[in-house]
C-alpha cells in the first residue's frame, strides 16, 4: 500500500526552480513528522529538509538559502520548493514520514529531478 506520493520532479536548467509535493492523505498526517530525501546515483541517501509536526524546520547545509520546506495539514501535502538549482542537485528525492510516538515511518516512491543543460 503507498502512503506517500511524491510529484513534480523534472529536467530543469542550473539556476531554475522546482517545487516538489508529497501527497500524505493516506496517514494522519498532522500527528507526523515529515521530510525530504535526495539519492545520487553511486551515493547514500542523505536528508535534505525536514518539518516537525509544528512546523520547525531544519536544512542540509548544501540547500540553506536555496530551498524551502512547507506543509499544508488541512491538505495533508508537503512541499519542497527548490530555487537556484544546481548539477550536484540531481537525485531522486523521496518523501518521508514519521510518526515519532510509535516509530512508525513510512517512505514515497520517489521522483527524480535532473539539473543539467
Known amino acids: 500500500q503507498v502512503h506517500l506520493v511524491e510529484s513534480g520532479g523534472g529536467l530543469v536548467q542550473p539556476g531554475g526552480s522546482l517545487r516538489l509535493s508529497c501527497d500524505a492523505s493516506r496517514i494522519s498526517f498532522r500527528n507526523y513528522d515529515m521530510a525530504w530525501y535526495r539519492q545520487a546515483p553511486g551515493k547514500q541517501r542523505e536528508s535534505v529538509a525536514t518539518?516537525?509536526?509544528?512546523?520547525?524546520?531544519t536544512y542540509a547545509d548544501s540547500v540553506t538559502g536555496r530551498f524551502t520546506i512547507s506543509r499544508d495539514n488541512w491538505k495533508m501535502t508537503m512541499f519542497l520548493e527548490m530555487n537556484n538549482l544546481k548539477p550536484e542537485d540531481t537525485a531522486v528525492y523521496y518523501c518521508?514520514?514519521?510518526?515519532?510516538?510509535?516509530?512508525?515511518?513510512?517512505w514515497g516512491q520517489g521522483t527524480q529531478v535532473t539539473v543539467s543543460s
Open positions: 518521508y514520514a514519521n510518526l515519532r510516538d510509535a516509530n512508525l515511518t513510512f
Open positions: 518539518i516537525s509536526r509544528s512546523h520547525s524546520t
